[in-house]
C-alpha cells in the first residue's frame, strides 16, 4: 500500500489551498508536485499551497523561529514561490487553531514576508467561527508609470508592494478586465521582471470598492488578501485620504468576487486586514500518485 501524505483544504473569501502540514519539513514539494495537487481537474485544486512547517525547520524561516513558531511556506497554485498571501496567512492560522497548535487570540506566524501578527477571534454568538485579522506590514509606493491593458481598454496603474508586487487600475466596468485568463500585457513591459498581481477596482460608495484580481502564478482568483491592502491604499490616496497625515485610521470595505474584507490602515502606516477564513475538508494524498505527477511533468 502506498504511502499518505494528510492534507487539509480551506479558503479566505473563496482564495483556496491545499494545506500540507509538515511540521519537519520532510515532505518534498516542488514546482511540479505543488502544480499538480493545486489542479482542479487532476488533483485537489487551489490558487495556492500552504505547506505548515515549523520554522526552525524551514532554511527560509530559520532566523525567525525566536518571533513565530510556525513558518508559512507558501507556493502559488503554478508551483512558484511568492513572498506574502494575506488570505493564506489567515487560513493558515485557522488551520494552526484547529490543530490545537495554537489557542483563539494573537498568533505570530513566520513568511518569507516577515513575521505577520495574526488575531483569530472568538467564535460567533451562534457558534460560527470568527473571524481573523492579520497585521500586514505598511504599503510601499515605489512609483513608476505602469499602463494596464486589456482588449481595447487601457487604465494608468498605481504600483504597490505589499511584500508582493501589484498593479491597481480604477477602471469603470469591472466587466472591462475581460477574463483574466493569461497576464494581461504591461507597459512599459520590463516593469515587472518577476511578475505582478493586478487589481481593477471600481466605486460602490464612501470609502467601499469592489475589485476582480489576476493572482501572478494562479490566474483570475476570486479574492487576495495582499490586493485588497493594494487597493484600499490606492483608493485612500486617491481620495486625499493619508493616516499618516491626518493621524487618523481609515477603513476601506473590499468586495472581492469571494466575500468582502475590511481593511484599515493606521497613522504608523501599518495595514490590518479583517475577514472569514475556513477549512472546509480533509483527506490522505497518494504519495505513489504525487510521486507520478512529478515524473511526467
Ligand atoms: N492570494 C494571495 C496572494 C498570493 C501570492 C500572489 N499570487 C503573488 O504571486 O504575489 C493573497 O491573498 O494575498
Redesign the pocket.
Known amino acids: 500500500m502506498s504511502t499518505r501524505i494528510a492534507f487539509l483544504k480551506g479558503h479566505?473569501t473563496e482564495?483556496d489551498f491545499v494545506i500540507v502540514p509538515d511540521a519537519d519539513n520532510a515532505i518534498e514539494l516542488p514546482p511540479a508536485a505543488v502544480a499538480a495537487l493545486c489542479d482542479r481537474r487532476a488533483g485537489i485544486g487551489g490558487?495556492?499551497l500552504l505547506h505548515v512547517v515549523r520554522s526552525a525547520a524551514h532554511p527560509d524561516a530559520r532566523h525567525l523561529a525566536a518571533e513565530a513558531e510556525w513558518f508559512m511556506d507558501?507556493r502559488?497554485g503554478d508551483g512558484?514561490v511568492?513572498?506574502?498571501?494575506?488570505?493564506?496567512v489567515r487560513v493558515f492560522a485557522r488551520y494552526l487553531e484547529r490543530a490545537g497548535l495554537v489557542g483563539e487570540g494573537d498568533v505570530a506566524v513566520a513568511t518569507r514576508g516577515g513575521v505577520k501578527r495574526v488575531h483569530i477571534a472568538k467564535p460567533t454568538e451562534d457558534g460560527a467561527p470568527g473571524d481573523i485579522t492579520v497585521a500586514m506590514g505598511k504599503a510601499v509606493l515605489p512609483g513608476g508609470d505602469v499602463t494596464i491593458s486589456v482588449d481595447e481598454h487601457q487604465w494608468p496603474a498605481l504600483n504597490v508592494n505589499?511584500g508582493?508586487?501589484h498593479a491597481v487600475a480604477f477602471v469603470t466596468d469591472l466587466a472591462h478586465a475581460g477574463r483574466l485568463l493569461d497576464p494581461p500585457p504591461f507597459s512599459p513591459a520590463t516593469a515587472y521582471p518577476h511578475?505582478v498581481?493586478v487589481e481593477f477596482v471600481v466605486d460602490r460608495g464612501p470609502r467601499h470598492v469592489a475589485m476582480r484580481v489576476y493572482?501572478?502564478?494562479?490566474g483570475e482568483?476570486r479574492?487576495?488578501?495582499?490586493?485588497?491592502c493594494a487597493v484600499a491604499v490606492a483608493a485612500a490616496r486617491r481620495d486625499g485620504l493619508d493616516p499618516a497625515v491626518t493621524g487618523t485610521p481609515v477603513a476601506y470595505t473590499v468586495d472581492v468576487p469571494g466575500g468582502r474584507l475590511v481593511i484599515t490602515e493606521r497613522p504608523d502606516g501599518e495595514i490590518e486586514k479583517t475577514g472569514p477564513a475556513v477549512i472546509v475538508a480533509e483527506g490522505e494524498i497518494d504519495a505513489d500518485w504525487l510521486a507520478a505527477a512529478v515524473a511526467a511533468a
Open positions: 479566505g482564495n490558487d495556492g507558501y502559488n512558484s511568492a513572498e506574502m498571501c494575506g488570505n493564506g505589499m508582493n508586487p511578475g498581481n493572482e501572478r502564478g494562479a482568483t479574492s487576495c488578501g495582499t490586493g485588497a
